[in-house]
């Protein structure tokens, strides 16, 4: 079997764009899914051995929290890998991150009298839907980043270009003046609108288990406050909590994000053709690299090869992020498994996205 490098990925993704997609590695990768798995499940046993309404379940001591704390930190690919070896016995992805966890601690007598509480009451997709909110927190903060950088470079330009005339072109006629800084504020205002709603969505989170009503959770501790618990947990992994689901969180945020995502990259579309455009009409030149071929056969040209990436790639984008926004909010009854798949591919729009604004930029 062909070795997996950058040279034999299917996905340009993982292969021609690597270098611009590598922010997201850690975050979206199988490897990135485990780390987040694996935050989520120590984070419910902290607060569950915090909570004083649980008698069963004793109290960390600093050195045990900090045990629990030292295996996400030194947790990497020998650990995801280890993972993946338990799963192929178990055929169950999120039961062998506890197996994992219950493994790593058998050398600890505290975190070992412990150890069975890990996933306690849980179902699998309470530790999936904040596994996949993490991810998408991370995904959102370096694609915000990006955006960022961008917003601000076209300010620059609207601030340098503020005195530079232009003829507006309306239908594609010449129509009345306006300036190139006045053209490029006009873009600098609606991506500085729509990141900001972007990064107001709130990620949320459940932790209730197998139809969302702390059935498992009451039957073991009927006077524990379960809602209290999992709100606190939620809150300390940095999520917003829902409290009505079934046996998953629904994915309405989810649509929510992809929608403003798909905005903003509609914006950058409009963008890229409007460059495009003035390129072709003279307004404006692109500069000549020496050691770069405009064209295989006419060595006069320097096409708009940048705009045309960023513009191709970002429509990628868009239709993933629409068929996540359509698709997930939709679930048979309290749960089917067809979200399943579609939350895994969550990278690729962002990876997507983050090419076209490296594009973007270098043009």
Request: hydrophobic share 40%; glycine share 4%; with cysteine.
């Amino acid at each position: 079997m062909m070795e997996l490098n950058n040279l034999s990925a299917i996905s340009p993704v993982d292969g021609r764009y690597a270098k611009a997609t590598a922010p997201l590695r850690a975050i979206f990768s199988e490897y990135g899914l485990i780390h987040s798995r694996a935050v989520v499940e120590i984070t419910w046993l902290i607060q569950l051995a915090n909570s004083e309404q649980l008698d069963d379940i004793p109290a960390l001591t600093e050195q045990g929290l900090n045990n629990l704390k030292q295996l996400l930190e030194e947790f990497d690919l020998t650990a995801a890998e280890r993972v993946k070896a338990i799963e192929a016995t178990t055929n169950h992805d999120v039961k062998a991150v506890e197996y994992w966890l219950k493994e790593s601690v058998t050398d600890n007598p505290e975190l070992t009298k412990l150890a069975e509480f890990f996933h306690f009451a849980c179902t699998s997709e309470d530790i999936n839907n904040l596994s996949y909110a993490l991810m998408l927190q991370q995904g959102r903060a370096t694609v915000l980043h990006q955006h960022d950088q961008v917003i601000d470079q076209l300010s620059q330009f609207a601030h340098e270009l503020a005195d530079a005339a232009m003829l507006c072109r309306t239908h594609g006629q010449p129509a009345t003046p306006s300036t190139m800084g006045k053209e490029f504020a006009n873009v600098v205002q609606r991506l500085r609108q729509q990141t900001e709603h972007l990064r107001q969505v709130a990620l949320l989170g459940k932790l209730n288990g197998a139809v969302g009503n702390f059935n498992a959770h009451m039957s073991a501790y009927p006077e524990a406050d379960w809602e209290r618990i999992a709100q606190a947990t939620i809150s300390e992994l940095g999520l917003a909590y829902n409290p009505y689901t079934t046996q998953i969180e629904p994915h309405d945020y989810i649509a929510e994000l992809c929608h403003n995502m798909q905005r903003i990259n509609t914006i950058l579309i409009d963008l890229c053709r409007d460059m495009w455009g003035y390129i072709s009409i003279g307004y404006f030149k692109q500069k000549v690299i020496a050691t770069e071929v405009g064209s295989s056969t006419m060595p006069h040209k320097v096409n708009p090869i940048d705009f045309e990436n960023a513009e191709g790639n970002l429509g990628i984008a868009n239709a993933m992020l629409a068929h996540f926004a359509d698709k997930l909010p939709i679930s048979r009854w309290q749960r089917d498994l067809s979200d399943s798949t579609v939350l895994r591919n969550l990278g690729s729009a962002f990876a997507y996205s983050l090419i076209a604004l490296n594009a973007l930029q270098r043009g």
